[in-house]
């Protein structure tokens, strides 16, 4: 194949790659492997069809030859760190998107998935540590203001108020990001704060059976025992075998 007909090779084994189209993208990445063993591109981007398709020791091989052939690629080692995650290896996880980091200090990726893992093994410190420097690199980051905020609030640290509050800025049509932090300001008992905030997902008429459910916390919280069992219900409406609803309905003594 020529230098033409491989970078067009390319561009059309990309384009099927990004539209789901992966029998035939890795027919193309094949082709193009087959003329050249060592292009570590094709080595990499087929690797990335066989990880969506969860075949993982596949996907392993190729990404390993494509590091192989072109160590100092920090994308490389960012998508190894995700595969090693996947595949359950959280220490070669680690190892792989520090790589990355070294090669990149600007790798948002990389910091954004070391949050992950951290969080996962509960390690709050460095988990706060990575996504505040994947921050750093890209503020807008909705995913990453939610994570960070989500581990504030496990360790009721009072920060977590200010990434939901980004969040909310960042996704205002989004549910998750007024739930989550409603809930974290149930935790602070600060019940009247966590309904304007649930209040408005009703009123923009996309609340959940999650966020009745979180009113009707609400309303128990300041002992308004009737609006609490309203809310209860109408999360029960929305899904009658909601476990927290009725578990709430039967702390205030009523049937579901």
Do not use: W
């Not at 384009?15 to 060592?38: C, R, T, V, W």
């Not at 090669?103 to 948002?108: A, E, G």
């Not at 205002?172 to 007024?178: A, H, L």
């Not at 019940?191 to 996309?206: P, T, W, Y």
């Amino acid at each position: 194949m020529s230098k033409f007909f491989i970078k067009q090779a390319f561009a059309e084994a990309i384009d099927l790659q990004k539209n789901g189209k992966y029998k035939e993208a890795k027919e193309l990445y094949s082709k193009i492997l087959k003329n050249n063993p060592d292009d570590a591109n094709a080595q990499h981007l087929i690797s990335l069809i066989f990880m969506a398709e969860g075949n993982f020791n596949d996907a392993k091989k190729y990404l390993e030859l494509a590091i192989k052939s072109e160590p100092n690629q920090a994308v490389f080692l960012s998508n190894y760190g995700a595969l090693l995650h996947s595949m359950g290896d959280n220490k070669s996880a680690i190892v792989a998107y520090e790589k990355a980091i070294l090669l990149d200090q600007k790798h948002f990726q990389s910091y954004y998935s070391l949050g992950i893992i951290y969080s996962d093994l509960k390690d709050y410190d460095r988990a706060v540590e990575n996504y505040q420097r994947a921050l750093e690199i890209d503020d807008s980051s909705a995913p990453a203001h939610n994570n960070l905020a989500n581990v504030f609030s496990n360790t009721n640290n009072p920060e977590a108020e200010y990434h939901y509050k980004k969040l909310i800025e960042l996704v205002p049509d989004q549910v998750y990001p007024r739930l989550n932090m409603a809930n974290f300001l149930i935790k602070q008992s600060r019940f009247n704060d966590a309904m304007s905030a649930l209040d408005e997902l009703v009123s923009m008429d996309i609340a959940t059976k999650e966020v009745f459910n979180s009113l009707g916390v609400c309303y128990k919280g300041i002992e308004d025992n009737e609006n609490a069992i309203k809310m209860f219900r109408q999360a029960l409406s929305i899904d009658g075998n909601f476990p927290l609803a009725i578990e709430n309905l039967k702390s205030l003594g009523e049937e579901a």
